[in-house]
């Protein structure tokens, strides 16, 4: 929790980030730290995070016709989810998921 607080008040005085991102960046990670205390203990940690990256790609492929936004949106999530996510890769797990609906 502290250390959650301490990135959002970081992100508060980045300039680079614009509002709607700084927003959508803390209630993503808000939203993480909610769904990790609720869940088990026993559930794994990769589990809710594909999860949620399945969640965030379908919400990207469903709503947003514009194909490069679409892929800026995909890149802006690659880079939330971690320094070595790429694009193709969230493709890739998306696509080889069972519940996407294209």
């Known amino acids: 929790m502290i250390k959650f607080g301490n990135e959002a008040l970081n992100l508060g005085y980045a300039t ?3 509002l709607p991102e700084l927003s959508l960046v803390v209630k993503e990670k808000s939203n993480y730290i909610t769904e ?3 869940i088990s203990t026993e559930v794994d940690q990769e589990v809710l995070q594909y999860n949620r990256l399945v969640k965030s ?9 514009d194909p490069g936004l ?6 802006n999530l690659a880079k939330r989810a971690g320094e070595k996510m790429t694009v193709n890769l969230l493709e890739a797990i998306y696509f080889s998921c069972d ?4």
Do not use: F, N, Q, W
């Open 99 to 102: 519940s996407h609906p294209l």
């Open 70 to 75: 679409r892929l800026l949106k995909m890149h």
């Open 57 to 65: 790609v379908r919400e990207i492929e469903l709503t947003v016709e």
């Open 16 to 18: 680079e980030i614009e």
């Open 36 to 38: 990790l205390l609720a």
